[in-house]
Nanobody
Framework: QVQLVESGGGLVQAGGSLRLSCAASGRTFSMYSMAWFRQAAGKEREFVTRIHWNSAITHYGDSVKGRFTISRDRAKNTGYLQMDSLKPEDTGVYYC???????????WGQGTQVTVSS
């Protein structure tokens, strides 16, 4: 099992930036990919982005393409989500998750709140 701890959320004005971090511990050698999801109040959880842990190949949801950037530091077992040009509709709880095989996210962080004011 991998343990994940997110940090970096907060309140920001529209057009601003935030950087989220996701620190992994435990069975990190088994990580295939890391992803970020978000959930707004009253809405279903939404995929944001993912990164293949070894190759750093990335994939983004349509709503964040060109504004968000996912990266990782394998030496630190930490993933990052740089969020630029934030919009009020980006507001929600952001979760990082890891998979030890494609599309099977079995470890989740506790979430960090991101609030974008208009």
């Amino acid at each position: 099992q991998v343990q994940l701890v997110e940090s970096g959320g907060g309140l920001v004005q529209a057009g601003g930036s935030l950087r989220l971090s996701c620190a992994a511990s435990g069975r990190t050698f088994s990580m295939y990919s890391m992803a970020w999801f978000r959930q707004a109040a009253g809405k279903e959880r939404e995929f944001v982005t993912r990164i293949h842990w070894n190759s750093a190949i990335t994939h983004y949801g349509d709503s964040v393409k060109g504004r968000f950037t996912i990266s990782r530091d394998r030496a630190k077992n930490t993933g990052y989500l740089q969020m630029d040009s934030l919009k009020p509709e980006d507001t929600g709880v952001y979760y990082c998750a890891t998979a030890n095989r494609p599309e099977t996210y079995d470890s989740w962080g506790q979430g960090t709140q991101v609030t974008v004011s208009s």
